[in-house]
């Protein structure tokens, strides 16, 4: 990542080898308002589209 920019087919990757490890675990990245930008999920799966992230 560089400031605001990613790459998302390898950060896709990144999450999808870290799940192998610990498959018991989710890993999302979310923009600022907590939407789902980037995930590991497999196609088709049914995922939220976002993350309450207010506190």
Do not use: C, R, W
């Not at 999808?16 to 995930?39: K, S, V």
């Amino acid at each position: 990542m560089i400031g605001t920019e990613y790459n998302p087919k390898a950060l896709k990757s990144i999450f999808h080898t870290l799940m192998l490890i610990g498959p018991d675990f989710e890993i999302y990245f979310l923009d600022a308002q907590g939407n789902i930008t980037t995930h590991a999920a497999p196609e088709g799966a049914e995922i939220m589209g976002s993350i309450d992230v207010e506190q």
